[in-house]
């Protein structure tokens, strides 16, 4: 449940902050909120992070509706995950859904926060960015034996008998 609360919560608060600089800001201004540190400037990318790949705009279609799949095709194997795993997983997938809606809808991603010093992000790549750091946070501090495994044959049941570490030396 945790995946589908993260993932709504964050792909509306992607879509609506990105529909408001559409709305109230024209393209490639900027309006400082901490003049020279931080300003919200309107700006588009039809590339990946940094602006990378910026002349291969299908591949990153392609790998967001792959990255969909992906969270649909292993729904129920979340959903049995640590609460942090969901976390992540929601964050991640809403990041992905929110910058291929814009993808999809305009040919490009609208990025609008701007520390000068970096490139201009958005709320998904928050998201995306957060939920990675989450999952490989976790997966070092964490015991991995608290991730539920895949079942390979959950219908199959294992019929054989227990045996104590004693007797299977013997045998």
Same mark, same amino acid.
């Given at each position: 449940m945790i995946v589908i609360i993260t993932l709504i919560i964050s792909?509306?608060?992607d879509q609506i902050t990105k529909n408001y600089i559409i709305s109230h800001f024209k393209l490639h201004q900027s309006v400082p909120v901490i003049n020279g540190i931080f300003h919200i400037s309107y700006v588009t990318n039809k590339g990946g992070a940094f602006g990378i790949m910026s002349g291969f705009p299908y591949?990153?279609?392609i790998l967001a509706i792959l990255m969909t799949l992906s969270g649909i095709?292993?729904?129920?194997?979340?959903?049995?995950?640590?609460?942090?795993?969901q976390l992540a997983a929601g964050?991640?997938?809403a990041g992905t859904l929110g910058n291929l809606t814009?993808?999809?809808?305009f040919g490009y991603v609208i990025d609008?926060?701007?520390?000068r010093v970096w490139p201009t992000f958005n709320v998904a790549d928050i998201c995306i960015t957060a939920g990675v750091f989450i999952l490989i946070f976790f997966i070092l501090k964490q015991d991995m034996n608290s991730i539920? +495994?895949? =079942? !390979?044959? +959950?219908? =199959? !049941?294992?019929?054989e008998e227990e045996t104590t570490p004693a007797e299977r030396s013997t045998i």
């Amino acid at each position: 449940m945790i995946v589908i609360i993260t993932l709504i919560i964050s792909l509306i608060l992607d879509q609506i902050t990105k529909n408001y600089i559409i709305s109230h800001f024209k393209l490639h201004q900027s309006v400082p909120v901490i003049n020279g540190i931080f300003h919200i400037s309107y700006v588009t990318n039809k590339g990946g992070a940094f602006g990378i790949m910026s002349g291969f705009p299908y591949f990153f279609v392609i790998l967001a509706i792959l990255m969909t799949l992906s969270g649909i095709v292993f729904f129920k194997y979340l959903m049995k995950q640590p609460p942090w795993v969901q976390l992540a997983a929601g964050m991640v997938l809403a990041g992905t859904l929110g910058n291929l809606t814009d993808r999809l809808r305009f040919g490009y991603v609208i990025d609008f926060i701007d520390f000068r010093v970096w490139p201009t992000f958005n709320v998904a790549d928050i998201c995306i960015t957060a939920g990675v750091f989450i999952l490989i946070f976790f997966i070092l501090k964490q015991d991995m034996n608290s991730i539920t +495994p895949i =079942e !390979e044959h +959950p219908q =199959e !049941e294992q019929h054989e008998e227990e045996t104590t570490p004693a007797e299977r030396s013997t045998i």
